[in-house]
Structure formats: C-alpha cells, structure tokens
C-alpha cells in the first residue's frame, strides 16, 4: 500500500518522502491537488498531507472524492497542522477539514517516530478495510452463483414436470390407438378418433400450463369437478381393468364447481389417482368420493378425496413426498406427481391433506384436496351473465 504526500511548500515532503523510505514504506508526492485526488481515487493507504495546502486552494475536490468512497472504504488522512496560537486563520483551516472524516491531526515540529507509528496504525487500519472489500466481494459472488444454481435447478424441474405430465395423454393416445386396430368400424372409430385428439389437446394445454406457470399467472374458470372426475377415471379404465383395480364413486353432491384453469384440476386429479393405481399391483380398491362442506362462517368447499388400499405410504417416505425426485418406484418413477400437484395447489390456495398406513390387511392411502366452491348459477341467462361479469 502507497502513502500519497502532498505538502506545497517542498522541503517537509522530501523530508517526509526520505523517512517512508528508509521505513520501507512505499510513497510518492503529488505535485499539484489534483494529483493527490487522482493518487486517492486510484487506490492509496494513506495520505500525509500539510494543512497550509488548503490556504490557497479549495478543499472541495478532496472532500468529493472522500464522499464518494465505497460503503467499506474509510481512507486515513495524516494532516500536519500548522502549529502555534489559534488565529482566524487556524480557525477557518480547523473548520474547513472537519468533514474530512477519518482524520489523524499532527503538529509540527513533527518526530520521526510519531509519524511513522502513526501512519502504521493509519496502513493497519486501511489493511482492514480491503479485507472487508474482499469478503463483501466473495459474498457477492457466491450469491451470484446460487441465484445461478437455483435458476438451473428450477429450469430443470420444469422439463422434467413436462416430461412427466404429458405421459399420461400419451400413454391413453397409445391404448386408443390399440383399440382402434381391435375394432375398426367406423363408429368406433369416430369416437375414439375424437378422444385421441382431446387427449393431443391436453399435452399442448399441458406443455402451455406448465410454461406459464413460471411466467404469469393464468385465468382460472368455471369448472365441473364432476365431469373431470369422470374424463381422469375413464382415461385409467383400461389400466384399472388390467391391475384388477375396482372404482367405488361416491357423489354426496352433484353441484361441485370451481375455478380452476382447463388442465390443472385434471392434472392434480390424475396424478393422485395414477398413484392409487402404482400402489395396488396386486388388484384393489379405488374410492373417489365428492363432497361439499358448509359453514356458516366461511364459503363452502368441495372436499375430493381419494382411498385406495394398496401398499401404503412408508414412514420415512411420508414428509417427503411432496419434494421433487421424491419416488420410491425406481426407474420407472420421476418422484415429480406430487411435487406438480402441491405447487398447482399452492398457487392456487387450495389444500390438500395425505392420511396413510401400513399394516397387514389394512394398509392404504387417502389424499384429500379441498378447493373453494364456485356456486354455479341456475339459468343459462344467469350463467352468460355471471361469466361475462367476471370478465
Ligand atoms: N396412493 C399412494 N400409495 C402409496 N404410495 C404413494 C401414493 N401416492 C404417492 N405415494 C408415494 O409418493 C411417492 C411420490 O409420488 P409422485 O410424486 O407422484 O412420484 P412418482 O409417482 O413418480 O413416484 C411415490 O413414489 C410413492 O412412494
Ligand atoms: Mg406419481
């Protein structure tokens, strides 16, 4: 670290110059203000400066680049006062370096000594502050790198949750194809030709919902639980038949709207129950029940929930499930279903809630979500209304 020296009349600074030298302590003298400022700006330790230097010059330029020092800068000036009675002159040098702030004051005629264990205490102290600058620096950057990290990280999420949620259509795509070969009469046809376009609907709608999800949020609309209900079971009948899996649907209630964008409930839907399915291998029982709770204190919900009597949840597992890459189905799971499921619930402001045991003859699972009730109006004209005013 440099001392910067800067004293007008000439013989102090050579003086001052040959004693840092002999210390081993590097410096230079600035010949005019402005060289002193520039010596600052471009990085000193210290500056010795004799005050008789302000009584032709304004201090301002000094006083600006002091200011203008970074939060962990504090740079040292040794000022070498000029000594003797307090005269108006002393007074206006006194009042003029008062905002130098950090400031050490030495009075002519100086001692070597003085100077120099002054100036090392001044180095010592700068030293300090580029250690500061240093770590501040080292904290930025690792900041920097997690912010990075956690951008890949949610990047990567993103395309496996798409990888994982467009399976499913693709995976009812192939068994209508498979029943189109079985029966190719031209009803038959047309029916399962319009379900395989639905369901090619649904992996653009889901690649659309899953990118807008992290971008902006999209408008939810009125929605029959009812019937995306019926649309995610029957698109598991096949798989169900062949697991030996049996559907028990219970309707307490038929009204059961909400506000959901066009693919999200059925994507929390056909998540939950795709995992019923996984859980009972060996054939089972599947129970979908529909229900409303009212309060008199708060807006009614619709409760769905759903029970299966497969394997159960492990202990250990439990907590976790929601995390993504959470799986306990090796390679052919992603752990990503219910990850998918809580975020569209948080966002949303839903609730969900798990129940699972493990115990011969009685294991099973229950997962129950709870969604705000949309109360449907009664008449189309009501309804065109009601749809426009939310509008
Ligand atoms: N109904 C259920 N019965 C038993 N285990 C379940 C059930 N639902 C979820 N799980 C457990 O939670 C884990 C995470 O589920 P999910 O996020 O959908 O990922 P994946 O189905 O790809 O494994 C599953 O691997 C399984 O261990
Ligand atoms: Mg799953």
Not at 40 to 51: L, Q, T
Not at 241 to 269: H, I, M, Y
Request: proline letters at 6%; hydrophobic letters at 40%; charged letters at 25%.
């Amino acid at each position: 670290m440099r001392t910067v020296i800067f004293t007008p009349t000439g013989k102090d600074g050579r003086l001052i110059a040959a004693l840092l030298e002999r210390a081993g302590k590097p410096c230079h003298s600035a010949d005019t203000f402005l060289q002193l400022c520039a010596s600052i700006e471009e990085g000193a330790g210290a500056a010795i400066i004799a005050e008789e230097a302000f009584a032709h010059e304004s201090i301002a330029p000094l006083l600006e680049v002091l200011q203008h020092q970074p939060p962990w800068s504090d740079f040292p000036v040794l000022l070498l006062t000029v000594s003797g009675r307090v005269t108006a002159e002393s007074e206006r040098l006194r009042k003029q370096r008062e905002p130098l702030g950090n400031i050490f004051l030495l009075e002519r005629p100086l001692r070597p000594e003085t100077l120099l264990s002054t100036l090392e205490f001044a180095l010592r102290g700068r030293q300090r502050q580029y250690q500061i600058r240093d770590q501040i620096r080292q904290y930025a950057l690792a900041q920097e790198a997690l912010l990075r990290s956690e951008k890949l990280a949610v990047t990567g999420r993103l395309a496996a949750s798409i990888a994982h949620e467009i399976n499913n259509p693709l995976e009812a795509i192939t068994n209508l194809l498979y029943l189109m070969r079985c029966d190719p009469s031209p009803e038959q046809m047309n029916v399962l030709l319009s379900e395989a376009e639905q369901e090619l609907a649904r992996v653009t709608e889901i690649t659309k919902q899953t990118l807008r999800f992290y971008r902006e949020p999209s408008q939810p609309t009125e929605t029959d639980v009812v019937s995306v209900l019926d649309s995610v079971l029957k698109l598991y009948a096949n798989r169900m038949a062949a697991a030996g899996v049996t559907v028990e649907r219970e309707l307490r209630t038929r009204d059961a709207f909400v506000l959901s964008t066009p693919g999200e409930l059925r994507q929390v839907l056909a998540n939950l129950i795709g995992n019923a399915i996984d859980a009972m291998r060996g054939g089972g029982r599947l129970r979908v029940r529909l229900s409303e709770l009212s309060s008199c204190s708060f807006a009614s919900s619709i409760r769905i929930s759903i029970a299966d009597n497969g394997s159960g949840i492990p202990p250990e597992v439990l907590p976790s499930i929601f995390e993504p890459f959470v799986t306990t189905k090796g390679e052919t799971g992603t752990g990503l279903g219910l990850w998918v499921t809580s975020e569209i619930m948080h966002k949303n402001g839903w609730t969900i809630r798990v129940r699972s045991r493990r115990a011969p003859g009685r294991s099973g699972t229950v997962f129950s979500i709870f969604i705000p009730k949309f109360d449907a109006p009664s008449t189309p004209t009501a309804h065109a209304a009601s749809a426009g005013a939310r509008d």
